[in-house]
């Protein structure tokens, strides 16, 4: 099955926080954080019509997706890279991180940030992103998470991605 990652649309938004709302529960985080997360994985509708978050679809079936925020002095924030819990370890994190890099570069970034969920980090990680501070959690606040950052435009390891 051919998987195509293409702009998301504004009728999209919906469903992307379904699926974001549904990975999260996946991780065990208890239905109070889950509650309080909601409002972090709200996809902002400008972020959509700007051309800032990405699906991964194939035969109209959603397996996850990206969205990049500008932060300023070169830097883009990965907000969200989710993937259909179901889906896990098919290869569309790989893909969809692929992407983002291309994407992040596109906005003119010279560095993906991204400020993984527990669990995600080794995800991020074993790409080639590294840590370069910490930022307070919004859902849990005196809790710390790490801030991972990615050089863009740099030699990629092995072949680049097609765009």
């Known amino acids: ?12 938004a919906d469903g992307l926080e379904e699926l974001a709302f549904r990975a999260r529960a996946e991780w065990g985080f208890e239905e109070a ?19 800032r978050v990405f699906v991964a679809e194939s035969e109209g079936r959603l397996h996850g997706f990206f969205a ?6 070169g830097d883009i924030e ?14 569309y994190g790989r893909r969809l991180w692929e992407q ?3 994407e992040a570069e596109r906005l003119g970034g010279r560095r993906l940030v991204v ?3 527990p669990g995600t980090e080794p995800f991020y990680v074993a790409r080639g992103a590294e840590w370069i501070g910490e930022s307070e959690s919004v859902v849990r606040p005196g809790r710390t998470l790490p801030r991972l950052g ?3 435009a740099r030699p990629w390891p092995g072949k680049r991605p097609a765009e």
Do not use: C, K, N, Q
């Open 1 to 12: 099955m051919s998987v195509a990652i293409r702009e998301a649309r504004p009728d999209d």
């Open 33 to 51: 954080v889950r509650a309080a997360d909601r409002a972090e994985l709200i996809i902002p509708p400008r972020a959509v019509l700007e051309g």
């Open 68 to 73: 990049l925020e500008p932060l300023g002095e």
């Open 78 to 91: 990965l907000t969200h890279l989710v993937i259909e819990p179901a889906e896990a370890g098919l290869g």
């Open 100 to 102: 983002a890099l291309i």
């Open 115 to 117: 400020v993984p969920d």
């Open 150 to 152: 990615y050089p863009l």
